[in-house]
């Protein structure tokens, strides 16, 4: 049996000390919470919803919804990776569905892939939601935890 450490712990003992970001550790945790209210809106629709400064580390996006249609995905991304935190997931059919990076899907469905869990900003970005299979009609709901 191994008894390793990871980078950020890795890098504070050594000697000399390794500098860790404060978006890794002792960072404060901020929110960015978006709203939009969708009245048919086409598929294919880009929404922008939330916009995380400069220098930040994304650690979560949760997405939550009224039910939006029988055939309505959502994805979750950037203006350069629009499934960066999340690939399509559909569908948005029940009242209360519920997509995070970290704690997967209220329908049980696990995020194939992580790729946006810590992604670091190097310019004001927003994050990105884009609708797919029908048109859209209900709240939806943003929640992206970050630091600085």
């Given amino acids: ?15 000399p000390v390794v500098k860790v970001d404060s978006e890794s550790a002792g960072g404060n945790i901020k929110v960015f919470h978006g709203t939009f209210e969708a009245s048919s809106l086409a598929s ?13 580390k994304i650690h979560d996006v949760i997405v939550k919804c009224d039910a ?9 991304g950037t203006a350069d990776d629009d499934d960066l935190f999340f690939a ?7 009242a209360g569905q519920t997509q995070s990076m970290l704690g997967g899907a209220s329908t049980g469905n696990p995020i194939a892939a992580m790729t946006g869990v810590g992604h ?22 943003c929640v992206v935890y970050y630091t600085q």
Avoid: F, Q, Y
Wanted: charged share 10%; aromatic share 2%.
């Fill in 120 to 141: 670091r900003t190097t310019a004001s970005t927003d994050v990105i939601l884009t609708t797919g299979g029908a048109s859209a009609t209900g709240t939806i709901h």
């Fill in 44 to 56: 294919g629709s880009d929404i922008s919803i939330a916009r995380i400064p400069a220098n930040s």
């Fill in 88 to 94: 399509v997931t559909g569908t948005w059919n029940v």
């Fill in 1 to 15: 049996m191994a008894s390793v450490k990871g980078v950020e712990l890795t890098n504070m003992d050594a000697t």
């Fill in 68 to 76: 939006l249609g029988g055939s309505v995905t959502l994805k979750c």
